[in-house]
């Protein structure tokens, strides 16, 4: 099975509802907001939100680096202390972000946000509550700021909201299509998507509590989760590409030998997207099209059997039709709201 990687795709739409949002900017000279944001994931959502009256800045935007491990250089502290709102996740994965912070900068973190703490699954631009509490809180923020644009920020949010719901009716329509769906991960980067998803997690307790606790995980724990991808009770291996290491790279060499799809995700947002909303986009994208591929394998094998049961044939027929028609006909918004994993 081929290894995935998604690829970001154009929003079009969102682009159009953006260029509506600006046109009703003041024509006025106003100095942007200086806004700096510890990770990009966060820095996208910012600049989404605040438009043209914003200067974002983004301190670690590369997908080559160990988010956990990232140390700041000086430059770094300064523009955090310099900045007018500052922008962190929390939860302890950017602790260096907000140590140092100016009495005058604005804080806004995702974890206060929505009341994550230190020890809880830090990666909570993957929560569809996590960004949608933030970017209200980025338009609020901004038009304390800036009372002259609220109505511009407020267009922005809008703007910004209808994305949103369109990720949120996906995932709702992939979890109804796909009620058994499992994975296993080699690093917990994308619990809260795959949660908000309607997926299982299966990766085993001993290897997830190694990765908690940043130590490698024992031989015992390593063969059990080769036997778990060997023996097919997960339907994707998800791995994390910023945490590579001998057990990754044996586990996702598992996976590949035994035809169990993967997805390499990053924690910081690829250089080929363009919003965080792209980038959530193209991995429900992704997904979709390794469950469809599968389900293609699956007919082709059942097809190659010889069975010729005309029962059968018709039953699986009309399955697909109500599937289709179940599809075409979910119109529901609300995404599962997920906990916090450890």
Known sequence: MTFGTAACSGESSSQNDDASADSDAQTEQITPIEVVASVNQWGSLAEQIGGVHVKVTSILSSTDVDAHDFEPKTDDIGKLQQAQVAVSNGAGYDAWAVKNLSKDTVSVSAAQMVGAIEGDNPHLWFSSDARNAMAKELADTYSRIMPTQKKYFSNKLTAWNRREKKIEKDMKTFSDTHKDASYAATEPVAYYLLSDMGFTDNTPEGYLQSTGTGSE???????????????????????????????????????????????????????????????????????????????????SSNAGSGSTDSTDSANSSAADDSQTANESND??????????RK
């Open 217 to 299: 995980p024992t031989p015992d724990d390593l063969q059990e989760f080769q036997e778990l991808l060997e023996k097919h009770k997960v339907d994707v291996l998800i791995n994390d590409t910023q945490s590579a290491s001998d057990a990754t790279n044996t586990l996702t060499g598992t996976a590949y030998k035994s035809d169990v799809p993967v997805l390499d995700i990053s924690e910081q947002m690829p250089s080929d997207c363009k919003s965080l909303t792209s980038w959530i986009r193209s991995l429900i994208l992704s997904l979709n099209d390794m469950f469809a591929e599968q389900s293609d394998a699956n007919t």
């Open 331 to 340: 119109e529901s918004n609300d995404a599962p709201q997920p906990n916090p």
